[in-house]
């Protein structure tokens, strides 16, 4: 496939995703989500029940490991590469969680704020393989 063809199909595919968000959000604006006026209970020390206020031990355990992958890997491979794809991975990841956060204290169930997570995400690599099919 040449440049141009690539192009022609990431802008139709851009289109049908647009057509998409554009079709789910009219059919989205008829039934809108209102949360239940019931309040949450709460425990005795102000806490609302279900959260944890303690930090995870399963959440340290996962910063070490990250950590034992980025340094294995900047062992491996040029640590300027690794560099840049943590980076990005960390921009990508901060771009999808603020989607997701915005779209619950919007009042959108779960599953529905991580499809426009990921619909949005997907809608943004289409952007960026267009644009490096436009400049390379």
Same mark, same amino acid.
């Given at each position: 496939m040449s440049a141009r063809e690539l192009l022609l199909v990431s802008v139709v595919m851009g289109l049908l995703a647009v057509g998409t968000a554009a079709s789910v959000g009219r059919i989205r604006r008829e039934a809108t989500y209102r949360p239940s006026s019931r309040r949450v209970p709460r425990l005795a020390g102000g806490t609302v029940?279900?959260?944890?206020?303690?930090?995870?031990?399963?959440?340290?355990?996962? *910063?070490?490991? *990250?950590?034992?992958?980025?340094?294995?890997?900047?062992?491996?491979?040029?640590?300027?590469?690794?560099a840049v794809v943590a980076l990005a991975t960390a921009i990508l990841g901060y771009f999808a969680?603020?989607?997701?956060?915005?779209?619950?204290?919007?009042?959108?169930?779960?599953?529905?704020?991580?499809?426009?997570?990921?619909? *949005?995400?997907?809608?943004?690599?289409?952007?960026?393989?267009?644009?490096?099919?436009?400049?390379?």
């Amino acid at each position: 496939m040449s440049a141009r063809e690539l192009l022609l199909v990431s802008v139709v595919m851009g289109l049908l995703a647009v057509g998409t968000a554009a079709s789910v959000g009219r059919i989205r604006r008829e039934a809108t989500y209102r949360p239940s006026s019931r309040r949450v209970p709460r425990l005795a020390g102000g806490t609302v029940a279900g959260s944890s206020t303690v930090r995870s031990d399963t959440v340290g355990l996962g *910063l070490v490991a *990250l950590l034992a992958v980025f340094l294995v890997a900047t062992a491996v491979v040029d640590t300027a590469l690794v560099a840049v794809v943590a980076l990005a991975t960390a921009i990508l990841g901060y771009f999808a969680w603020g989607v997701y956060s915005l779209a619950r204290l919007r009042g959108l169930p779960r599953a529905h704020a991580v499809g426009l997570s990921v619909w *949005l995400f997907g809608v943004v690599l289409i952007g960026v393989v267009a644009v490096q099919l436009l400049v390379g």
